[in-house]
């Protein structure tokens, strides 16, 4: 895997958190299609992967505030144990105008890196049976792969078993 800098219009505050951070990535663009409404799984079946190593980015609303998941997109968010890895008793999906405005993204293209405002954020596990992963980049069409330890480093991440899948 070979550092990606940010060129060709590409660049994107995740982009360039992991470029300051100096960690290896790949950046893999595809055709995002407008009308796609699963964005996760339309990267997946774009760039040819399996839906257990690309992860998409959730986020919910807990008795602390917002909190970022990080899940395969083959599952679901387990709400119950994403509030418990939290220390918490319950969360609830956030209104995505909320979520945009917070992280300074758009839905379908949240990254879990590079948010306007640090979230805390709860990795699933599954990602450390990975010797990498995908994510989003920061944009639709966009996404970053790099070693999971990358991600929960510069996430400040912890990880759990948060995803139903």
């Known amino acids: 895997m070979s550092k990606t800098k940010s060129k060709g219009g ?3 505050p995740a982009t360039v958190a992991l470029t300051q951070a100096k960690a290896e990535f790949t950046l893999h663009p595809y055709d995002h299609d407008p009308n796609a409404q699963a964005y996760g ?3 997946a079946d774009a760039l040819g992967l399996p839906y257990e ?3 998409k980015t959730l986020v919910a609303e807990t008795e602390t505030g917002l909190a970022v998941a990080v899940v395969p997109v083959a599952g679901k968010l387990d ?3 994403f509030a418990a890895a939290l220390k918490g008793k319950r969360a609830a999906m956030a209104e995505a105008a909320k979520v945009e405005r917070v992280t300074g993204y758009v839905v379908g293209g949240i990254s879990p890196l590079g948010q306007r405002k640090r979230l805390p954020t709860v990795v699933d596990e599954s990602a450390l049976g990975f ?6 980049a920061g944009r639709r069409g966009l ?5 999971p330890g990358n991600l929960i480093r510069l996430a400040q991440a912890v990880t759990a078993p948060i995803a139903k899948l």
């Open 41 to 43: 799984e339309e990267a």
């Open 53 to 55: 190593r690309i992860f």
């Open 131 to 136: 010797e990498t992963i995908f994510f989003s």
């Open 10 to 12: 590409q660049g994107t």
């Open 143 to 147: 996404q970053i792969e790099t070693a």
């Open 79 to 81: 709400l119950k144990a």
